[in-house]
């Protein structure tokens, strides 16, 4: 793409995510995900979303709970300790209003990892002679969803062959992981889109080159010759990123290395408050319907996101109460 | 009372019962592949006690850590403190299938007597009862590890004869497309490095046979006989290899839980003195 | 492996590669190759090596030259703009002294990427209608080494596919890269092994992981705990290196980003002098026979070694003549 | 003179010529993909004249740097100043095989008439008269990119009919296990995304024709003439399609090269004045 400014708004970002998209996301499970933008999907109601993770959690418990999107493909969706399972998937997925595919978080990654280096499919060797595999549960082949028409969906769940080079046996060859559009939420972005993240960068990099357009949400827009005096610090080369918003706080309730830890209290209420559909709209009602990411931010007040607020010496919070002392 | 002396009744929980079991699985300079909780709580203890060289594996990247401050979650900053590397998820996967790893604690709602877990669905697949969080690395870690072991509580619907979905494989399998049972070995063929070595449950202690693959009981909790804990199992638990009583907590593994490792009880609360 | 101390000399690291190990090396082309432990193979005779590399060098001429190598199995040999093409592989090659084995450069590096990942093959999409693919240029297969008696050598060169997820076409299976023992030359190792490369860290990670042993060779053994003050710095984990060998400009004549440049002069005189066997050995008498690596820097002398040493500002040397001006 | 005047004969080299010739293939905005040597100064050019937005990727692994000083080796530690990240050739190749590289600049021992080059022997494969560095990445970044740029030294024997080995795809290549030529296209699939371009030869400036993918000759260098190029070739050229003479270089970019970009005469020696 071209070097004309890739700075955009919140909405904006939203926009470019269409109804129908194959969407994607930075992080790992309750940390670094993108929710400024997910709460901007909901308010601009977004519908047929098919989200694609490596591992799923709160920002798609939000998105599935309003009613956004139509298939789930992944391996996991909770809230680690603040919340036990995801509750809004769980009651879609019996209620049969939405199409739901499981695969193991090891094959997820390497469907990514596929994906992000031009390889149709990766083999591996994991979760044999599990109901993973089981034939009858391939979901979106049952939805007839493997018929081509869409050509980032594969035509099959799964394939197996032996190992002819090595008579290692079974193996499992799995799918690319393609995507229309990666959101990723970061702590530093340069103006050319060099992104460099804080700590652990989870499956961040496969992830952005898993889909066709890259928007990184960053805590900070920083100049792009500071992040290239270090280049080995930096993990997304900026050519692979297509648009970039500036936004503070934009990944809570999750956690941002460095920046500030996981709000818990607002999980564990949102996992309360949510099992049921009149509990999500009350929830959405309070605090995405007719609030911004500044009346959102207001609205949680100083002094909850400097409790969360990370200690610039360890990256993490000593503020926050985490346990029962 | 000396630091060495096992903790009498009322000192400790069941939960740290449970953590001391599961420190006691590892050996020292062992590869360990630990999720989120009491299992990372049971490493760490190992960590400080007898196995001061292990090297932990976080799912999400974090390799040979040594935290400070207990995580709560694989993703946790708190993980990467003094580590060797820190990257990402694929990193971690691909280590693990290399074969790097030596042992691997999971999490499990059902087992059955292969050792078959389930952590993704009540009911059927297909018309879930609940649908839970799904496998995450549970089946991943119990694949690549040379051993496994379970942390689970115990109840008579969670120790069953079949599980309703067979998220992390045991020693017993499906092979697909028929879904007839085979063993793990066997399926396995070249990727083969082991399996599931034990359960800790809130009731004992579980191994299983090295022929069979079925699990039998090998020590029992304070308070639980052999006898009321096959009655605990719908299937048919082998009770004739008991070695005896689950070892208890000593003073000092107490202290290192409750004082070291999770002062601030996220996940191991401390015994209320009355 | 255990945590005794990891500690070895380059003696000793050279006895553990024994004859008739497939070997492979750090480094790129000219850059950060185990050059010290290349000349202590030389002094100890090794025999019947299998070199397995992503691309080779000086290093490998060396070894090449000294008749140490049954089968050379990469895609490159040269030293850049100091000597045009592998002088010694080519007469090896001309006087079928040696088995070679081309893929392609990509290929070379997903197939350690396999190794490294566990994988036992891994699909690409490169070099499809050369003769790197023509089967009668299958030199292992034709010298009877793909019987299977070598866990590590693959029964096949090459297999092929066509994509059946999404209708890519032809796929290229290529299997993984398979090593007895690796070798690293790295800027700085922790005791415990964990490896801090300076700059591009090529394909080190993956090759360190593809070996069952791994030995590193690092210009400085630093305090474990320095390294670990800032993990996203360190490349791999100490529980992936075997050994540890401390040698100050072990990669001479290859380059070492922030410790010293590569010493063009020294490489353009090899590649003068030992095109022929007897040039070949004359140089290693001077160079390699009878002394050992403090001897080698002595011969070398203070001059040049400060005149190769890199600033620390740059990381590389502003001392050194690089062309005609 | 001023900076924008095309050169006078005697100011500039043949290899002053072909570098400027190959800067001209690159347009801006895109991720170009460069050896060391003449490419490298070729692509450094561009970044300083008419395509200040191009990405360098190095095959090594340093994507989109600006170094002040010109690498020897895509190796080099010059290579990472002012780059976006510096990582390994897996990454490099991974994101070429993605498609994210718009150019490839490449060299070459023997070409034939479809853009098939040799890097790997002279003679038979089985029995060679001279082995030479083999493909490095030479067959990937042609592979992987949408457009590759050949530059390469003319002699009658280096155009020649049939290359010695196919080390690097041109527009008709070999189809395995038989060895019959077809399309590019056809046997890429979708993996296709284009192929050679360009070769800048010491003779002249080369396409490719669209359907038949056929070489022929689009400018001659000053000095040469079609139908002398046309005899420097074994195979019969197309000179049909002549648009003129290669452009000269410009005093600007002469400067640039000389001044800027390799003072050091590492690549390009300097016009030797009297």
């Keep these: ?325 | 009372m000396s630091e060495k002396d096992f903790a009498k009744a009322g000192d400790f929980t069941l939960a740290d019962l449970m953590t001391v079991a599961a420190a006691r699985e590892v050996n020292d300079h062992e590869v360990v592949f630990a999720g989120t909780g009491m299992p990372m709580v049971a490493i760490m203890l190992a960590q400080k006690t007898h196995a001061p060289n292990l090297k932990l594996i976080f799912e999400a990247g974090t390799f040979d850590g040594r935290p400070d401050v207990l995580p709560t979650s694989v993703g946790d900053p708190r993980c990467e403190d003094g580590a060797s590397r820190a990257s990402g998820l694929v990193e971690a996967f691909s280590i693990a299938q290399r074969g790097y790893v030596d042992l691997g604690f999971l999490g499990g709602a059902e087992v059955d007597e292969y050792g078959n877990v389930n952590t993704t669905v009540i009911g059927d697949y297909l018309n879930p009862d609940l649908r839970l969080t799904g496998s995450g690395g549970n089946p991943d870690i119990n694949s690549f590890a040379k051993r496994t072991v379970f942390i689970m509580v115990h109840e008579p619907r969670r120790f069953t004869k079949n599980v309703s979905y067979i998220t992390s494989p045991g020693w017993r399998v499906k092979k697909w497309p028929s879904g007839e049972f085979i063993s793990r070995k066997e399926l396995y063929g070249g990727a083969y490095r082991g399996g599931p070595s034990a359960v800790i449950s809130t009731a004992g202690v579980f191994r299983f046979n090295e022929d069979t693959g079925r699990m039998y009981l090998d020590t029992y909790h304070p308070g639980k006989t052999p006898e009321e804990i096959k009655g605990m199992c719908q299937f048919d638990l082998d009770i004739s290899r008991v070695s005896g009583e689950t070892p208890l907590p000593t003073y000092d593994q107490l202290r290192i839980i409750h004082e070291v490792l999770d002062p601030e009880e996220i996940f191991l609360p401390k015994v209320k003195k009355a």
């Design chain 1, 1 to 325: 793409m071209s070097d004309r400014s890739k700075r955009i708004t919140l909405k904006e970002a939203a926009e470019i995510v269409k109804d129908g998209t194959i969407l994607t996301f930075s992080g790992f499970t309750i940390w670094r995900r993108p929710m400024a933008l997910v709460y901007e999907l909901i308010r601009q109601k977004r519908k047929d979303l098919h989200l694609i993770e490596v591992n799923s959690g709160p920002h798609s418990e939000f998105l599935i709970g309003a009613g956004c999107v139509k298939i789930w493909e992944s391996c996991w969706i909770g809230h680690e300790l603040y919340g036990k399972y995801g509750a809004n998937l769980a009651r879609k997925v019996k209620e049969k209003e939405i199409i739901y595919e499981d695969y193991s978080h090891a094959e997820m990654g390497f469907r990514f990892l596929a994906a992000a280096s031009g390889m149709p499919f990766i083999a591996c060797q994991t979760s044999l002679g599990t109901d993973i595999h089981n034939p009858e549960y391939d979901m979106m082949g049952r939805a007839g969803l493997r018929n081509g028409s869409n050509p980032k969906i594969p035509k099959k769940k799964y394939e197996w062959t032996e190992d002819m080079f090595f008579g290692e046996g079974r193996q499992t060859l799995v799918p690319a992981a393609k995507a229309d559009v990666a959101v990723l939420a970061v702590q530093q972005v340069g103006e050319e889109g060099t992104v460099r993240i804080g700590g652990q960068y989870f499956t961040d990099p496969e992830v952005c080159r898993a889909a066709d357009i890259t928007i990184v949400v960053a805590e900070e827009i920083v100049p792009e010759e500071k992040l290239r005096h270090q280049a080995q610090l930096n993990n997304i080369p900026g050519f692979q990123v297509d648009y970039i918003v500036e936004c503070p706080y934009g990944a809570h309730p999750t956690g941002m290395f460095g920046y500030y830890d996981v709000d818990g209290d607002y999980l564990r209420n949102f996992y309360a408050t949510t099992r049921t559909q009149e509990g999500f709209d009350a929830f959405a009602k309070e605090w995405i319907h007719g609030l911004d990411h500044d009346a959102y931010l207001t609205k949680l007040g100083i002094p909850r996101l400097l409790t969360l607020q990370a200690s610039r010496a360890l990256n993490f919070s000593t503020r926050i109460k985490r346990g029962a002392k």
